[in-house]
T-cell receptor, first 114, second 111 residues
């Protein structure tokens, strides 16, 4: 079955270290997204990509970086510049344009920085 | 940018009760999602709606496009339904810059 795979489910890192979160989809979706969730807040958009080799900043991109070298993959790096990296991170993918709309969510990665 | 409001923020009910969670938004949309998140767990997609009503098991989702409002109903609620329920909307124009999410409704079903 097609879907999105995020790994790992739980991740622990020491403060000051960069960490990369994986997101892979086999749905042939053009667009991919990274969201962040903090307690008591709605999910907020970090970065999105509508096509390979192109990506755009979302509402809270500072301290994060992404790449989109393949259609299937959209890894997110949480850099040491991110002041409060401990959060739940959600990857998603979707179709684009006015055709049949599809939006799929990963199961998320909970990152804890100590 | 769309504003998505959910109510109530927190809801505690007894097993077997009929549950309603509401979602309202400020700008016209092309689709609305209902998601479920268990404590410490990931996100599960429950419904995607653009009009009318959908049903899956004990869950029913409705949307009123004119009133910019959606409801998620749970019939014969059970403790395993305890979770955070999140509403998210996709705006017109493709919405390829992402969804807008509500803050979630924290539901506890007591046995």
């Amino acid at each position: 079955d097609g879907g999105i795979t995020q790994s790992p489910k739980y991740l622990f890192r020491k403060e000051g270290q960069n960490v990369t979160l994986s997101c892979e989809q086999n749905l042939n979706h053009d667009a991919m997204y990274w969201y962040r969730q903090d307690p008591g807040q709605g999910l907020r958009l970090i970065y999105y990509s509508q096509i390979v080799n192109d990506f755009q900043k979302g509402d809270i991109a500072e301290g994060y970086s992404v790449s989109r070298e393949k259609k299937e993959s959209f890894p997110l790096t949480v850099t040491s510049a991110q002041k409060n990296p401990t959060a739940f991170y959600l990857c998603a993918s979707s179709t684009t344009g006015t055709g049949n709309y599809g939006y799929t969510f990963g199961s998320g990665t909970r990152l804890t920085v100590v | 940018k769309n504003e998505v409001e959910q109510s109530p923020q927190n809801l505690t009910a007894q097993e077997g009760e009929f549950i309603t969670i509401n979602c309202s938004y400020s700008v016209g949309i092309s689709a609305l999602h209902w998601l479920q998140q268990h404590p410490g767990g990931g996100i599960v997609s429950l419904f995607m709606l653009s009009s009318g009503k959908k049903k899956h098991g004990r869950l029913i989702a409705t949307i009123n496009i004119q009133e910019k409002h959606s409801s998620l109903h749970i019939t014969a609620s059970h403790p395993r339904d305890s979770a955070v329920y999140i509403c998210a909307v996709r705006e017109f124009g493709g919405g390829a810059d992402g969804l807008t999410f509500g803050k979630g409704t924290h539901l506890i079903i007591q046995p």
